[in-house]
């Protein structure tokens, strides 16, 4: 049956190992997938299966780290082992086909998981680095153990939910159910073959029976329609059924003789046959001195012969220049590459431990695979350059080329000079033959179905025979079916119509075929001419197994057996028409660079931990990413990757602290769980910020769909962690209280813990801090990797997809939905982890953002680490003084004029003017900040006199004498509620500038001929214990008890309020009734005010609100009531549009409609038709200009309506009055 296979460019193309089949329908797709199970769910099964063997890890991990029984350290590292072999394999074959393939229906999903992969793999190789640690006795380090596991077990349960929750949700919508289920049989033959051994028995015992039998269905609809490939597989999957079986006929030979499902048990005799009547036979021995170890040379000929042929290549490429066919050259060269990295691979992990522990050729690998990659580089270069291509990258190519032969040559000597003897002198036969197919079973079969081929094609039908034997005598009895296919592949790169197995291997003479039939369709069942047939294995058809009979059973169906001479290794190895057993039917396109860069990943797997670390990535081309961004000059969003620095110092903070916790220390308890919540709520502000602004704007560009879900995803399950924490930590300190009464009482007492005694209460204080342990390594494992994969994937992008204009936007969009008290808590967190030049360009960036705002009076009001942005502001800065009013601050941009108060008192009349000039002159200052200037210079005497006599005031109310309003006032005076008829409040304010006592500022300046500055309030009187005191938000009277003076307190505004919800915001420096930033409200940093979340949308006016209202005249930016804006952009108070739209419907500045006017409008044509002008007006039309579409038109003659004829508005204008006919 035709195998589909997804092609690069996404179609689905079909490799058929018999006559093709009529393509599906594509219409019957959703059907036959309502109908079946999708085979993607077989992922879930592994999943499924993966979780299960984290969660026993961390649990002997666990009991390890607390003593409980099954915490074995040599169990643990068994376990850890499989796991990671597993895990790794897994995800490689991801890499290699899932995500491919994804990311050609859907771009920017697949790069995120690949790089989840690479950050897991780190996690493995750090666990294995703390098993090999010598302290392994320290109580610590078991804790530290589990920590590590807990860690691992988190990431890649969190990975693998997201690929439930994104990925497969993709394939199952992207992808046909055929297509589907090609994805899946390419998985499973990306693996290698000796862990699908492993991985499908270790996989079925994994998950239930009915899941077991629904992915057995699942995989008979997945693997090809072929008996052989499909018995491959089940055998794999029943690998413990059949060892149990194998270990019975062992025990009882009467047992040897049962069938089995999917093949014949061979006895021992087929295995133990005259030897020599087999060689001779086949005429594959010429002495008896034959060492099976010697078809490693096989191997080492076959690869230098084909980078013999490559270096010539290149040279005929040197000297023709023609890069026409450029891309198969590297098609070749990728495949050697592939072939020889697993052959190293090979070697390091079978050849060289059997023979010689001490011998170790890891260094001579690496080299080679940094050769090839700087070969396969080098070659791309060249193909990017095309017809540009100089003389020097000719040379260059034909220099690395040969470079590789002798690097190859020589490491390809010593090990035939040093490990190949020993070989020969310590291993029989047998243990040769084993050590050579556990060393081909390493790769995986898509890639063995190319090499087998390949490397027979070398030999001589002599070394054919001996190799194929030697195969088939080291395979053991439940590879059977899996041999004879490796057996069929080999037949179809020999050059000759032949088929090498059937005569060298499974043919005995015919006297006992006629004798003992049954053992020789054991031994006949290699031959895979057999297999082809219906994948039975008869003698009859054995004794038919010649080479004009093969050519008589093909030649119907067209295909010329065993004949690849003349044709390219690559073309021949993929034709499943040139010999009888079938092919894999996968597409071996992908044999490029993502199926090298896995197999350069697993080498990790041969050497350990300890092992250099090779970079992978499955697309090569992004890797540069990392060394852009230390180079980058800097960008307005860099600001926002400045809070990772701060979010890893927290979280270094969190996991080696958290080691402490055991110590049942009360005052580092409260430390330690203040740290982890200033930690969550930054990081909550940080990831709400990203959610709701950075990555819609990424989301927003074309190319860039999809990019940011995966991340969203990340902040999710971090929330869950956070709050997994938090209840933990939450119970520790209930159990700390616990124990403490323990301590105070002597006794046990009442307690939520029932009867248990102190023992039992201390075991269990200790668990849970074992277990916050594990859960602070989880967190830290979990934001390190999303921070790093956001700088890798996210961070470039903003450098080529936005302009700095845009990334100012974005920046002042993130500061203008957060709030002052987040602010107050989160600058003072990030620029702790920042160098002094970091913090400079951060403020510099902050403020370049807010430039039309009050946010940098804000931050000079309170943060006293504020830096100037140059050289010029820091030395006038340091001349002011240092008790100056917050309106009195001045902006780091200005550079002229910087006095503070007391140089100001000290001019004399001259001085004063001339700076007065100055300032006037001064072209480069803010027009609202040079009129601040002029305006307090020239009231500077009167401020001077106001304040001493302020000063005076306040000593003679220090001396005893009281001040003026020195009694409560009230809201409600019969419920006795304090407050006045603006505000509810416990407190009077102390003026500063006329030192008398006054509920607030209104109440002031109702009395007064001057206004109350109530940022200058220092001093404030509890209206329920009358001390005056300093400002605060509760009264510190002993006798008050604390008493607060309202619900909301302003430390920067001084402000009181016991009735409303209220927020200050920095970048109005002012408090707004409201929820608050980013919950009501957000602040735009164009027009300077603070707009309904509803109008993120809107008309941009700089600076809008620093107007008065058209109505009233009241300046809008500090007013208290609420203010309206128009469609216009334009404002004015809430109460007076009430009262002016009663008869008004156009804006009084602009003259815009103030809504839409449609049902008006229609009204007025209504009129318009009814009415009937005098005979001489009829005719007669006017210029108008529509005040709506600002176009100029006319309109028929009218005393009062005139439609526009563009817009349909009436809310026009005349602007010519002569009257003139419509026809003219």
């Given at each position: 049956m035709a195998t589909p296979g997804i092609q690069n460019g996404g179609g689905v193309t079909v490799i058929p190992a018999s006559p093709v089949v009529a393509p599906v329908d594509q219409s019957s797709h959703a059907a036959a997938a309502s109908r079946l199970s999708s085979p993607i769910r077989i992922f879930l099964f592994f999943h499924k299966a993966i979780r299960a063997e984290l969660d026993a890890l961390h649990r002997t991990a666990l009991a390890l780290a607390t003593n409980r029984s099954g915490g074995d350290l040599k169990q643990l590292i068994e376990k850890c082992h499989f796991l990671r072999s597993i895990y790794k394999h897994h995800c490689n074959a991801e890499d290699e086909v899932i995500f491919p393939a994804l990311d050609i229906r859907v771009k920017n999903v697949a790069r995120t998981y690949s790089l989840e992969h690479e950050g897991e793999s780190v996690l493995f190789d750090q666990l294995f680095?703390?098993?090999?640690?010598?302290?392994?006795?320290?109580?610590?380090?078991?804790?530290?153990?589990?920590?590590?596991?807990?860690?691992?077990?988190?990431?890649?349960?969190?990975?693998?939910?997201?690929?439930?929750?994104?990925?497969?949700?993709?394939?199952?919508?992207?992808?046909?159910?055929?297509?589907?289920?090609?994805?899946?049989?390419?998985?499973?033959?990306?693996?290698?073959?000796?862990?699908?051994?492993?991985?499908?028995?270790?996989?079925?015992?994994?998950?239930?029976?009915?899941?077991?039998?629904?992915?057995?269905?699942?995989?008979?609809?997945?693997?090809?329609?072929?008996?052989?490939?499909?018995?491959?597989?089940?055998?794999?999957?029943?690998?413990?059924?059949?060892?149990?079986?194998?270990?019975?006929?062992?025990?009882?030979?009467?047992?040897?003789?049962?069938?089995?499902?999917?093949?014949?048990?061979?006895?021992?005799?087929?295995?133990?046959?005259?030897?020599?009547?087999?060689?001779?036979?086949?005429?594959?021995?010429?002495?008896?001195?034959c060492h099976p170890v010697d078809d490693i040379l096989h191997w080492h000929k076959a690869i230098k012969k084909e980078l013999c042929d490559i270096a010539e290549a290149a040279r005929n490429i040197k000297l023709t220049e023609d890069f026409s066919d450029l891309s198969s050259f590297n098609r070749r060269l990728q495949f050697i590459a592939e072939v020889c990295i697993f052959h190293s691979i090979a070697e390091d992990k079978v050849i060289f431990p059997a023979v010689d522990a001490e011998i170790s050729f890891v260094q001579e690998h690496a080299e080679e695979e940094n050769e090839f990659d700087k070969f396969r580089c080098l070659i791309e270069s060249i193909e990017s350059a095309g017809a540009n291509s100089s003389a020097e990258f000719y040379s260059e190519l034909c220099s690395q080329a040969d470079h590789i032969m002798e690097t190859i040559d020589r490491h390809f000597l010593n090990e035939e000079i040093q490990v190949l003897p020993l070989a020969r002198e310590h291993f029989s036969p047998e243990r040769q033959r084993e050590l050579l197919y556990q060393s081909l079973c390493v790769m995986p079969l898509r890639l063995i179905e190319c090499v087998l081929p390949w490397l027979v094609r070398s030999m001589s039908e002599e070394e054919a025979r001996c190799f194929l034997y030697n195969m088939h005598m080291a395979a053991p009895e439940s590879d059977t079916a899996l041999v004879t296919l490796f057996s069929g592949w080999a037949c179809k790169g020999y050059p000759r119509r032949v088929c090498l197995s059937s005569s060298g291997i499974s043919c005995c003479p015919s006297e006992d075929i006629k004798e003992t039939q049954n053992q020789l369709n054991k031994l006949c069942r290699h031959c895979p001419c057999a297999a082809a047939r219906n994948g039975i294995f008869t003698s009859e058809q054995a004794r038919k197994c010649e080479k004009s009979n093969m050519e008589k059973d093909f030649s119907s169906m067209g295909i010329d057996a065993c004949n690849a001479s003349g044709i390219e290794f690559q073309k021949s190895s993929l034709s499943s028409q040139s010999c009888c057993v079938p092919g894999l039917g996968v597409n071996r396109n992908n044999l490029g660079t993502g199926s090298l860069t896995i197999a350069k990943s697993l080498r990790s797997l041969s050497f350990g931990p300890s092992a250099p670390s090779l970079n992978s990535s499955l697309f090569n081309w992004e890797t540069d990413t990392t060394s852009s961004i230390s180079g980058h000059t800097t960008r307005p969003i860099d600001n926002i990757f400045k809070f990772h620095k701060a979010i890893r110092k927290d979280l270094e903070f969190l996991d080696v602290e958290s080691g402490k916790l055991g110590e049942c220390n009360e005052t580092f308890l409260r430390q330690f769980t203040g740290r982890f919540r200033l930690l969550w709520g930054l990081y909550r502000a940080h990831s709400n910020a990203e959610d709701d602004i950075v990555f819609p704007a990424l989301e927003s560009k074309e190319t860039l769909h999809n990019v940011s879900h995966s991340y969203t995803l990340d902040h999710k399950q971090e929330e869950k962690l956070f709050e997994d924490i938090a209840s933990a930590l939450v119970e520790l300190s209930q159990l700390h209280e616990n124990l403490n009464v323990k301590n105070v009482n002597g006794n046990l007492g009442e307690s939520r813990f029932g009867s248990c005694n102190r023992v039992d209460c201390l075991k269990k204080y200790n668990d849970l801090a074992t277990k916050i342990q594990g859960m602070c390594k989880s967190i830290k494992?979990?934001?390190?990797?999303?921070?790093?994969?956001?700088?890798?994937?996210?961070?470039?992008?903003?450098?080529?997809?936005?302009?700095?204009?845009?990334?100012?936007?974005?920046?002042?969009?993130?500061?203008?939905?957060?709030?002052?008290?987040?602010?107050?808590?989160?600058?003072?967190?990030?620029?702790?982890?920042?160098?002094?030049?970091?913090?400079?360009?951060?403020?510099?960036?902050?403020?370049?953002?807010?430039?039309?705002?009050?946010?940098?009076?804000?931050?000079?009001?309170?943060?006293?680490?504020?830096?100037?942005?140059?050289?010029?502001?820091?030395?006038?800065?340091?001349?002011?003084?240092?008790?100056?009013?917050?309106?009195?601050?001045?902006?780091?941009?200005?550079?002229?004029?910087?006095?503070?108060?007391?140089?100001?008192?000290?001019?004399?009349?001259?001085?004063?003017?001339?700076?007065?000039?100055?300032?006037?002159?001064?072209?480069?200052?803010?027009?609202?900040?040079?009129?601040?200037?002029?305006?307090?210079?020239?009231?500077?005497?009167?401020?001077?006199?106001?304040?001493?006599?302020?000063?005076?005031?306040?000593?003679?109310?220090?001396?005893?004498?009281?001040?003026?309003?020195?009694?409560?006032?009230?809201?409600?005076?019969?419920?006795?509620?304090?407050?006045?008829?603006?505000?509810?409040?416990?407190?009077?304010?102390?003026?500063?500038?006329?030192?008398?006592?006054?509920?607030?500022?209104?109440?002031?300046?109702?009395?007064?001929?001057?206004?109350?500055?109530?940022?200058?309030?220092?001093?404030?009187?509890?209206?329920?214990?009358?001390?005056?005191?300093?400002?605060?938000?509760?009264?510190?009277t002993p006798a008050c008890e604390g008493l607060s003076m309202a619900k909301y307190y302003c430390s920067s505004c001084k402000f009181f309020d016991d009735e409303r919800e209220v927020y200050h915001c920095p970048s109005c420096n002012l408090c707004r009734v409201g929820k608050g930033l980013g919950i009501d409200f957000f602040h735009c940093m164009t027009c300077n005010c603070c707009l309904s979340v509803k109008l993120v949308e809107h008309r941009c006016w700089e600076k809008s609100l620093e107007t008065n209202c058209p109505i009233c005249c009241d300046f809008l930016f500090t007013s208290s009531t609420a203010v309206r804006a128009l469609p216009c952009g334009h404002y004015m108070h809430s109460a007076c549009f009430q009262a002016y739209a009663c008869t008004h419907y156009i804006c009084p500045i602009c003259s815009k409609s103030m809504g839409d006017m449609s049902v008006y409008f229609g009204m007025l044509d209504a009129l318009m038709a009814s009415e009937v002008l005098p005979e001489e007006y009829r005719n007669h039309c006017q210029d108008i200009l529509c005040n709506d579409c600002d176009r100029k038109g006319t309109a028929p003659f009218h005393w009062l309506y005139h439609k526009c004829s563009f817009c349909g508005s009436y809310n026009t204008k005349v602007i010519k009055v002569d009257h003139h006919s419509c026809s003219s």
């Open positions: 680095a703390l098993l090999e640690n010598d302290a392994q006795n320290k109580e610590s380090y078991k804790r530290e153990l589990a920590s590590c596991t807990g860690a691992l077990q988190t990431s890649i349960s969190q990975h693998m939910s997201k690929e439930e929750e994104q990925v497969f949700p993709l394939l199952n919508e992207k992808f046909s159910f055929e297509e589907q289920a090609s994805l899946v049989w390419q998985f499973l033959c990306s693996i290698p073959v000796n862990m699908m051994a492993e991985f499908l028995p270790w996989l079925s015992s994994s998950i239930s029976p009915d899941e077991r039998q629904d992915m057995r269905k699942c995989l008979h609809r997945i693997i090809p329609d072929e008996k052989l490939l499909q018995q491959v597989i089940f055998n794999w999957m029943d690998g413990v059924k059949m060892s149990n079986k194998r270990k019975r006929c062992e025990d009882d030979p009467g047992l040897s003789s049962s069938s089995q499902e999917y093949g014949p048990c061979s006895c021992e005799s087929s295995r133990t046959a005259d030897t020599t009547s087999l060689l001779s036979d086949c005429n594959v021995v010429k002495s008896q001195g494992v979990t934001l390190d990797h999303h921070v790093m994969r956001e700088e890798l994937e996210l961070w470039p992008l903003f450098d080529r997809h936005f302009s700095v204009e845009e990334q100012d936007k974005l920046v002042g969009r993130i500061i203008g939905t957060t709030g002052a008290e987040v602010l107050q808590s989160m600058l003072p967190w990030v620029t702790s982890a920042l160098t002094q030049e970091e913090q400079n360009k951060m403020m510099d960036t902050w403020k370049h953002a807010t430039k039309n705002t009050m946010f940098s009076e804000w931050l000079n009001e309170w943060w006293e680490g504020t830096t100037a942005s140059s050289s010029q502001a820091s030395t006038s800065e340091n001349k002011i003084s240092q008790d100056f009013d917050a309106h009195d601050s001045t902006d780091h941009s200005d550079h002229t004029f910087k006095p503070g108060w007391k140089d100001i008192f000290r001019m004399n009349q001259n001085e004063l003017e001339s700076e007065i000039r100055e300032v006037s002159r001064d072209s480069t200052l803010d027009p609202r900040r040079k009129a601040y200037l002029l305006q307090n210079l020239m009231t500077s005497q009167w401020i001077a006199s106001q304040q001493k006599s302020s000063q005076s005031k306040s000593s003679k109310a220090d001396d005893g004498k009281d001040l003026f309003g020195r009694s409560p006032s009230f809201r409600d005076p019969e419920k006795q509620i304090f407050g006045c008829e603006h505000y509810k409040r416990n407190c009077k304010l102390v003026a500063a500038c006329c030192g008398k006592l006054f509920t607030c500022r209104f109440c002031h300046d109702e009395v007064s001929d001057h206004s109350m500055d109530r940022k200058a309030t220092s001093e404030m009187m509890c209206m329920k214990c009358r001390q005056i005191q300093p400002v605060g938000p509760v009264c510190a």
